[in-house]
């Protein structure tokens, strides 16, 4: 925004409301000048005349540059809002997708931490029922080897009183032998006499 000044008198200048220029000339020649009325000039107030001719064309309003680097400049800066208004969006939009992440593997960390505590509550578990089943098993062995072994016992008993058996029983047969030879000796003996 561009301020005008104009040489004042001691007559109050009447006020324009905000955004309309001072005269008609003025607004023709660049719309988008304001003129806003400061306070009142004191008296003996010179204008300085001759900063406004050291101005040159590059301060004149209709000089097309200047214009153009106004609108460049104001282009910039939108565009300046808007790639950091979208660089913003996206900083934001990667931060929510790190924080999501990061309370997903948090939730899944505690899931698995339970799971976890679970499955050592249930190892326990089996481990004191196979303990359980060893003593029972083991158990049970002892009985069957102490039945195993009196087994063993009963049976080298039988077979020792076969053994008996066996030799009672060749006494008996050499016993029948000698008997037989006896007899045939004696059946022998009486046939002879007959004769």
């Given amino acids: 925004m561009k301020e005008t000044f104009t ?26 000048v304001v003129v806003i009325k ?3 000039r004191p008296a003996g107030y010179v204008p300085p005349t001759s900063s406004r ?44 997708i790190i924080g999501g992440c990061a309370a997903l593997a948090g939730f899944g960390g505690f899931v698995l931490w339970k799971q976890i505590q679970r499955q050592s509550v249930t190892v326990d578990q089996m481990e004191q029922r196979i303990n359980k089943e060893i003593a029972s098993l083991q158990a049970r062995n002892a009985e069957l080897t ?17 053994e008996q058996a066996k030799s009672q029983l060749n006494r008996q ?16 003996d009486s046939g002879e006499r007959r004769r």
């Fill in 53 to 96: 001719n050291q101005e040159g064309p590059e301060m004149n309003p209709m000089n097309p540059t200047a214009l153009n680097v106004k609108r460049s400049v104001d282009r910039q800066r939108k565009e300046q809002r808007a790639v950091s208004s979208i660089l913003s969006g996206v900083g934001l939009a990667l931060l929510l």
């Fill in 38 to 40: 400061g306070p009142p």
């Fill in 7 to 32: 040489p004042s008198s001691a007559t109050p200048e009447p006020e324009l409301p905000f955004g309309k220029a001072q005269s008609d000339s003025a607004s023709k020649a660049d719309p988008e």
């Fill in 173 to 188: 047969e050499k016993d029948v032998d000698t008997v037989r030879r006896r007899l045939s000796i004696l059946e022998g």
């Fill in 146 to 162: 102490s039945g195993l072994e009196s087994a063993g016992a009963q049976l080298a008993k039988q077979l020792s009183l076969l």
